[in-house]
Nanobody, 125 residues
Framework: QVQLVESGGGLVQAGGSLRLSCAAS????????MGWFRQAPGREREFVAT????????YYADSVKGRFTISRDNAKNTVYLQMNSLKPEDTAVYYCGLTSIRGHPITAVGAYRSWGRGTQVTVSS
């Protein structure tokens, strides 16, 4: 069972940047497609970005395209989310998840599992 731990969140002003990390336990990390999702208060969890097991393919929600970059280091069992030009509407708890479902892109929340506790991102205006 792979366990995920997110980190790197914080409080930042609009226009600023943050880099989130998601560290995975276990030796099978490189088998999985990874995804970043976020959940704002009173809203459902929504897709942000996904990256295939090899890291060759990525896909983004329209709301973050051009501002966020997902990457992974399979040697370190870690997936990253570089967030630039942050906006107040990016405020949410950010979660990473994994999926063994093949295909790309996989954006459905229900396709992912092994969620961590999340990391809070707050963007002030």
């Amino acid at each position: 069972q792979v366990q995920l731990v997110e980190s790197g969140g914080g409080l930042v002003q609009a226009g600023g940047s943050l880099r989130l990390s998601c560290a995975a336990s276990g030796r099978t990390f490189s088998y999985y497609t990874m995804g970043w999702f976020r959940q704002a208060p009173g809203r459902e969890r929504e897709f942000v970005a996904t990256i295939t097991s090899s890291g060759d393919n990525t896909y983004y929600a329209d709301s973050v395209k051009g501002r966020f970059t997902i990457s992974r280091d399979n040697a370190k069992n870690t997936v990253y989310l570089q967030m630039n030009s942050l906006k107040p509407e990016d405020t949410a708890v950010y979660y990473c998840g994994l999926t063994s479902i093949r295909g790309h892109p996989i954006t459905a929340v229900g396709a992912y599992r092994s969620w961590g506790r999340g990391t809070q991102v707050t963007v002030s205006s």
